[in-house]
T-cell receptor
Framework: LAKTTQPISMDSYEGQEVNITCSHN???????ITWYQQFPSQGPRFIIQ???TKVTNEVASLFIPADRKSSTLSLPRVSLSDTAVYYC?????????????FGQGTTLQVKP | KAGVTQTPRYLIKTRGQQVTLSCSPI?????VSWYQQTPGQGLQFLFE???????NKGNFPGRFSGRQFSNSRSEMNVSTLELGDSALYLC??????????FGSGTQLSVL
């Protein structure tokens, strides 16, 4: 599974757009990019997954450039409740496994 | 649809004891994975069960074991507890489109 690198922490204010970038230089052809969100004392929660270009859902957008060596999770108009740790994971979609490799994640602190 | 249920939510044990944690996956999910989360090591994969068989295993000592029942419920056991086993233990079940859904975890404290 490809190793990922993301900022350890980020600060933002309510109402702002937050972009968290993840580097994955060794991403393989059949790898997908998945982001999870985790609140304290809870399990991670799936946010979004993509392979290339742009994916958008009701929670976030995921931008993936053509070379796929990085990706950016975009959270529009964050609120205090978006304060959490965000994990970027890279691995094959059809891995047929529940094994995920989590990095250190990015701790996002949203301030009023 | 009910989510992944883990019991108990909190547990306090002493060194040398053993502990059993329980996980009920989302109905219809056949894969159950276990993770350990500590402040120092982050989230680490323990093992995964699918149709009552261990499908993947992480790098943990043999004191950590698990099993899965025919109804997909899973248990993990830690024997001869050490202080370093204090952690949040998370269980996840996998959907048909291979996304993982995590429970709220069991917070284990070893004194």
């Amino acid at each position: 599974l490809a190793k990922t690198t993301q900022p350890i922490s980020m600060d933002s204010y309510e109402g702002q757009e937050v972009n968290i970038t993840c580097s994955h230089n060794n991403i393989a052809t059949n790898d997908y990019i998945t982001w999870y969100q985790q609140f304290p004392s809870q399990g991670p929660r799936f946010i979004i997954q993509g392979y290339k270009t742009k994916v958008t859902n009701e929670v976030a957008s995921l931008f993936i450039p053509a070379d796929r060596k990085s990706s950016t999770l975009s959270l529009p108009r964050v609120s205090l409740s978006d304060t959490a740790v965000y994990y970027c994971l890279v691995g094959p979609f059809s891995s047929n496994t529940g094994k995920l490799i989590f990095g250190q994640g990015t701790t996002l602190q949203v301030k009023p | 649809k009910a989510g992944v249920t883990q019991t108990p939510r909190y547990l306090i044990k002493t060194r040398g004891q053993q502990v059993t944690l329980s996980c009920s996956p989302i109905s219809g999910h056949r894969s159950v994975s276990w993770y350990q989360q500590t402040p120092g090591q982050g989230l680490q994969f323990l093992f995964e069960y699918f149709s009552e068989t261990q499908r993947n295993k992480g790098n943990f000592p043999g004191r950590f074991s698990g099993r899965q029942f025919s109804n997909s419920r899973s248990e993990m056991n830690v024997s001869t507890l050490e202080l370093g086993d204090s952690a949040l233990y998370l269980c996840a079940s996998q959907s048909s489109n291979e996304k993982l859904f995590f429970g709220s975890g069991t917070q284990l404290s070893v004194l």
